[in-house]
């Protein structure tokens, strides 16, 4: 069964950091391009970052640009999400989504995803 599993989130105070991972079942990432939203109540899904099926492509919102860093490890047919200088605004759900796409550079379009995880819930509070 193909499957995503997202797992780190958590309640962090402002200022903090979380890292969310992403891992893969019943597949293998390889030649796979990851996607990370996130949704808070109330509102339209938020494409947050990307990492290209070789790595060497990443997208970054710019509301997350300069404190998100993705990363893959294909070995562990993981992706990982780490997030600093949390704000109270990046609270919300956080999903991965992948897409088999073996070429270069990636999309924050959440259209292009065709399996998602099932969230993380990331709070960030005070």
């Known amino acids: 069964q193909v499957q995503l599993v997202e797992s780190g989130g958590g309640l962090v105070q402002p200022g903090g950091s979380l890292g969310l991972s992403c891992a893969a079942s019943g597949f293998t990432l390889a030649g796979y391009t990851i996607g990370w939203f996130r949704q808070a109540p109330g509102k339209e899904r938020e494409g947050v970052s990307c990492?290209?099926?070789?790595?060497?492509?990443?997208v970054y919102a710019t509301s997350v640009k300069g404190r998100v860093t993705i990363t893959r490890d294909n070995a562990k047919n993981t992706v990982f999400l780490q997030m600093n200088s949390l704000k109270p605004e990046d609270t919300a759900v956080y999903y991965c989504?992948?897409?088999?796409?073996?070429?270069?550079?990636?999309?924050?379009?959440?259209?292009?995803?065709?399996?998602w995880g099932k969230g993380t819930q990331v709070t960030v509070s005070s």
């Open positions: 989504a992948t897409i088999y796409r073996p070429y270069p550079g990636c999309t924050v379009v959440g259209a292009e995803y065709d399996t």
């Open positions: 990492i290209s099926s070789s790595g060497r492509g990443t």
